[in-house]
């Protein structure tokens, strides 16, 4: 799950400074291996459901599957009664794009269906999303699909000691424009800890160089939103999923990202 951004939009170049960004929490070592605990139970259920995805499935199906694994694991589902939010995973059928409340729509061939997990475990939290398909689905779903995951990898490769928010943004942007997809602008990343929405935001588009600069320690959820037509969005009447304005599909990779000193090390990798 995302936050939306801030009313402020984009952040101003004074969080570029050389000081530590305030807000920003650098986690121990042992933090550290809470959190792989809760991304590896992430991982697991977004496997899970990944196979669990067929024709006639309800969405809601893929919810209690989600929670029963989260809550077996030991571990309770993070989105459950955020901002009252109903469902244990958001589950977003093509046009949606984020946020979608499980129910009793049945997938069909040609879907795509984004799953976005949270569990806490301990009081640490990992968050991770991926969209699947079930096939038949068009070529141009099949190439969203694939540009959003190979997004998701570039953002991940830059987020190295040293660099800034803004290369995660930039080089997620650079893979979906070249491609001719758009991000979305309203939701983005997020730092991930003891909270589910910590600072700083890791928006999907941005100039190289610029935002706070990464540290070690940080853990970050990168989870660039790719929209195959326009980058606009609405919510739905009821008050959560969020779809594309234009109708057309969209995709949603999620990691739960630490800075390591040799680099990045994904936190909800199976
Ligand atoms: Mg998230």
Same mark, same amino acid.
């Given at each position: 799950m995302r936050r939306p951004v801030d009313g402020g939009g984009a952040r101003s170049a004074a969080d570029g400074g050389a000081a530590p960004p305030r807000g920003i929490v650098v986690r121990s070592a042992r933090e550290i291996e809470q959190l792989r605990e809760a991304g590896r139970i992430v991982a697991a259920v977004l496997d899970a459901l990944g196979g669990a995805v %067929? =024709?006639?499935?309800e969405t809601r199906d893929l919810d209690a599957l989600a929670e029963r694994l989260i809550r077996a694991a030991g571990a309770v589902p993070t989105f459950k009664g955020y901002h009252g939010f109903p469902g244990s995973i958001c589950v977003s059928v093509n046009e949606a794009v984020v946020h979608g409340v499980p129910g009793a729509r049945r997938l069909r061939p040609g879907d795509i269906v984004s799953c976005d997990v949270g569990a806490t475990l301990g009081g640490y939290i990992g968050d991770g999303a991926g969209t699947f398909t +079930? =096939? =038949? +689905? #068009?070529a141009e779903s099949g190439r969203l699909l694939d540009v959003t995951r190979r997004a998701l990898a570039a953002g991940i490769r830059a987020a190295m000691p040293g660099a800034r928010v803004g290369d995660i943004s930039h080089a997620v942007q650079t893979v979906v424009e070249s491609e001719g997809f758009s991000v979305v602008r309203r939701y983005c990343g997020h730092g991930v800890g003891t #909270?589910?929405? %910590? %600072?700083p935001q890791v928006p999907n588009y941005g100039e190289a160089g610029q935002g706070p600069l990464l540290r070690t320690g940080m853990v970050l959820a990168i989870e660039p939103m790719v929209n195959a037509g326009g980058d606009d969005v609405r919510v739905l009447r009821d008050r959560w999923t969020v779809v594309t304005r234009d109708g057309r599909p969209s995709a949603h990779f999620e990691h739960t990202v630490a800075i390591r000193e040799a680099g990045p090390e994904i936190l909800t990798a199976p």
């Amino acid at each position: 799950m995302r936050r939306p951004v801030d009313g402020g939009g984009a952040r101003s170049a004074a969080d570029g400074g050389a000081a530590p960004p305030r807000g920003i929490v650098v986690r121990s070592a042992r933090e550290i291996e809470q959190l792989r605990e809760a991304g590896r139970i992430v991982a697991a259920v977004l496997d899970a459901l990944g196979g669990a995805v %067929e =024709p006639g499935i309800e969405t809601r199906d893929l919810d209690a599957l989600a929670e029963r694994l989260i809550r077996a694991a030991g571990a309770v589902p993070t989105f459950k009664g955020y901002h009252g939010f109903p469902g244990s995973i958001c589950v977003s059928v093509n046009e949606a794009v984020v946020h979608g409340v499980p129910g009793a729509r049945r997938l069909r061939p040609g879907d795509i269906v984004s799953c976005d997990v949270g569990a806490t475990l301990g009081g640490y939290i990992g968050d991770g999303a991926g969209t699947f398909t +079930v =096939p =038949p +689905v #068009s070529a141009e779903s099949g190439r969203l699909l694939d540009v959003t995951r190979r997004a998701l990898a570039a953002g991940i490769r830059a987020a190295m000691p040293g660099a800034r928010v803004g290369d995660i943004s930039h080089a997620v942007q650079t893979v979906v424009e070249s491609e001719g997809f758009s991000v979305v602008r309203r939701y983005c990343g997020h730092g991930v800890g003891t #909270s589910m929405h %910590e %600072e700083p935001q890791v928006p999907n588009y941005g100039e190289a160089g610029q935002g706070p600069l990464l540290r070690t320690g940080m853990v970050l959820a990168i989870e660039p939103m790719v929209n195959a037509g326009g980058d606009d969005v609405r919510v739905l009447r009821d008050r959560w999923t969020v779809v594309t304005r234009d109708g057309r599909p969209s995709a949603h990779f999620e990691h739960t990202v630490a800075i390591r000193e040799a680099g990045p090390e994904i936190l909800t990798a199976p």
